[in-house]
């Protein structure tokens, strides 16, 4: 008798370390994920019916713009006429890595809001990133969405699927504007982009003397700090084309650390990334309003993300990863044209 209730002592025993192991196993594969909030809506129409519910987008996801439109915004602001009274045009591309659209709810109601302050001045999109699909499409990774904004195509255009891969010789908007005249600066700190992506970019740009000044930093704070120095500007201080750029791009990688890591989703990490990302946003911009020459300059600030994502990745062509959205100061009158724009190879 004695022996049968140890027997059955050890079998409870040990199923109950088999069921902590798996749930250990289990929390490890999800992040722990939903211990920190996580949640995941399983069907593209309820995703779709959470983005309405934010009320926040100025166009319906069924007229989503392509990515690629950043391109044209920028390109088209240099083309225009300064207004009256401007002297100089001036633009910033603020890119938040793998921040998923529905992250904005966790920010449409802070007062320090780079996207829903750029918003009031402009516009906030739903677009798309990933190609069209059945057409061109491109995973929905960091290398190709960002390439696809600064050159205004997909991969037929700019040569890249997937992360890994160097850039062919399309040209960014910051290579055609310093070729112009415009000083730029690209300022990143994921090392693929300079050491793999966009080596050839700035091996040229310092061959041929063109204004563009490519930073790897060692992370956010570190981006930011560098982009604050190029836009603050007090009174009567003197900067060169280099230190004051016409043209400035940066990534802040909050919210895609913290999706590979806890999950993409708005868990408490993913949520306080959105939150880290769009605080940051938000002070670069008023510091650029607070310049001493701003009264003179026209600027156009876009804020934007290359994907989204889903559990703990990205790449896919699901909605969470190819949902995107772009807020701009300058507000965008959509018709086919801004619907269907990419640059495509020849």
Same mark, same amino acid.
């Given at each position: 008798?004695? #022996? @049968?209730? /140890? =027997?059955?002592?050890? !079998? ?7 069921? &902590? +192991? ?63 009274? #401007? @002297?100089? /045009? =001036?633009?910033?591309? !603020? ?7 529905? &992250? +904005? ?242």
């Amino acid at each position: 008798m004695k #022996k @049968t209730k /140890k =027997k059955i002592a050890l !079998i409870i025993v040990g199923c109950i370390l088999c069921a &902590a +192991i798996i749930t250990l196993a289990v929390l490890h594969i999800i992040g722990f994920g939903f211990l920190l909030g996580f949640r995941e809506p399983s069907e593209e129409d309820q995703y779709i019916s959470e983005l309405d519910a934010l009320g926040v987008f100025d166009n319906a996801i069924s007229d989503e713009l392509p990515q690629t439109v950043v391109h044209r915004l920028i390109m088209e602001h240099f083309d225009a006429p300064l207004p009256e009274g #401007k @002297t100089q /045009k =001036k633009a910033i591309f !603020i890119g938040f890595d793998g921040y998923r659209a529905d &992250a +904005i709810g966790n920010i449409k109601d802070n007062a320090d809001s780079a996207i829903m302050y750029t918003k009031s001045l402009g516009g906030l999109y739903h677009s798309f990133a990933g190609g069209i699909k059945n057409v061109n499409e491109q995973a929905t990774s960091t290398v190709p969405g960002w390439a696809t904004m600064l050159t205004g195509g997909w991969s037929d255009l700019h040569g890249l699927t997937e992360n890994g891969i160097p850039k062919n010789d399309a040209e960014t908007v910051l290579t055609s504007l310093a070729k112009r005249g415009y000083s730029g600066s690209f300022t990143v700190s994921w090392a693929q982009h300079l050491k793999i992506t966009y080596k050839a970019d700035a091996e040229m740009a310092a061959e041929e003397g063109l204004p563009i000044t490519y930073t790897l930093e060692k992370n956010d704070d570190g981006t930011f700090n560098t982009v604050m120095n190029y836009v603050t500007k007090t009174a009567g201080q003197e900067k060169t084309k280099l230190e004051d750029p016409d043209m400035i791009f940066l990534t802040l990688e909050y919210t895609d650390h913290a999706g590979h890591t806890f999950g993409f989703g708005n868990n408490r990490k993913y949520t306080q990334g959105s939150i880290d990302a769009d605080k940051h946003g938000y002070e670069i911009i008023k510091a650029i309003e607070a310049r001493d020459t701003f009264d003179t300059e026209d600027w156009l600030i876009v804020i934007s993300t290359d994907h989204g994502g889903t559990t703990h990745s990205h790449g896919g062509q699901s909605i969470m990863e190819r949902s995107t959205w772009i807020a701009t100061n300058k507000a965008i009158n959509i018709d086919e044209s801004w619907k269907t724009y990419a640059v495509k190879a020849n």
